[in-house]
């Protein structure tokens, strides 16, 4: 339960949370409606949208705005009386907008173009009417499709994709909402110009017919549509038994992720990466790195394959 609830320590960027404190900040403040839940889900690790939104918490109530909570802090009990006060209202957690594209690496003429990457990449511009399926797969074709999105979209023309960047961001914010209507059942083939391009993207995804074992991967896994779509068409029968038995409650609910590994990949690869980029970019590179990590933790804690995983935030550095 959430009203009230106490810290064992401060939340502060320069100490050393609890992290059951960190996920505990984070509940609230989504129950309360200043945090959407992100992509990746509440992992217990500090990220910047947590502080972001401690900050917008303390400008709110007239509170001084230091991203600081302590134990004993003005900011925990006004937050705790918030809570208190929304005690019998009914209210659902936010759900995060559907990412259709997610690359883990970059994608283009001379990039280093996963299969994977290139599969999604693919598929999302012919979605959204730039590429024809029936191209002859070279990369050549796939960097004038991405130019041409980028062109339409007011980008720079560069022929490539990269994690984070505003070419994938365009792109899934022209892919999502569509997504979104097909999933509620909406036909937007009639209407305004704008719901008409929207129809058109619409009628694409349903020619495609994206298993709805897709969606569920995706959501449960806490990855992009496209990812699961690749991942799905990758596997075995029997993996894909598995996985089917896990997303739908009717296997065991122990067949996520290595923890071991999943930790050796945080505390041993992800952090030191992010520190580096602290060090050499500032703190604001560094949350962001930071939030992408906690995004991969959280992916392979729920078993997510490594290669697979969403890509660390080293690029919108």
Not at 28 to 56: H, N
Not at 120 to 146: C, E, F, K, V, Y
Not at 220 to 230: D, E, K, T
Request: aromatic share 6%; proline share 6%; glycine share 10%.
């Amino acid at each position: 339960m959430l009203s009230p609830f106490r810290l064992r320590g401060p939340i502060d960027r320069n100490s050393n949370m609890n992290l059951e404190d960190v996920r505990r900040v984070k509940q609230a403040l989504v129950k309360i409606g200043i945090m959407e839940i992100p992509e990746y889900g509440l992992t217990p690790y500090p990220d910047q949208l947590m502080f972001d939104g401690i900050e917008d918490f303390q400008s709110r109530r007239g509170l001084q705005v230091d991203g600081v909570m302590k134990p004993d802090g003005p900011t925990l009990r006004r937050m705790n009386e918030t809570l208190n006060a929304r005690r019998k209202k009914v209210g659902q957690p936010l759900k995060p907008r559907t990412v259709v594209l997610g690359l883990s690496d970059e994608v283009g003429d001379r990039r280093k173009n996963r299969s994977h990457d290139v599969f999604s990449a693919r598929q999302a511009l012919n979605w959204a009417g730039h590429l024809p399926m029936n191209s002859s797969g070279a990369s050549s074709d796939l960097a004038n499709a991405i130019k041409g999105f980028q062109k339409a979209s007011g980008l720079k023309q560069d022929g490539f994709l990269r994690p984070h960047g505003e070419t994938e961001k365009m792109l899934n914010e022209a892919l999502a909402g569509t997504l979104d209507d097909i999933r509620r059942g909406a036909d937007l083939t009639d209407g305004s110009p704008a719901d008409r391009t929207k129809g058109r993207i619409q009628q694409a995804f349903a020619w495609t017919a994206i298993p709805p074992i897709v969606l569920k991967i995706a959501e449960y896994f806490g990855i992009a549509v496209l990812a699961a779509l690749a991942w799905w068409q990758s596997m075995s029968a029997a993996e894909k038994d598995r996985i089917r038995r896990q997303v739908t409650g009717d296997g065991p609910s122990d067949d996520g992720g290595n923890r071991d590994e999943c930790d050796r990949l945080l505390f041993d690869v992800d952090i030191p990466t992010c520190n580096a980029v602290g060090e050499g970019r500032g703190k604001q590179a560094a949350q962001r790195c930071y939030a992408s990590a906690n995004e991969r933790y959280a992916a392979c804690l729920r078993g997510v394959p490594l290669d697979r995983l969403p890509p660390l935030d080293v690029w919108n550095n």
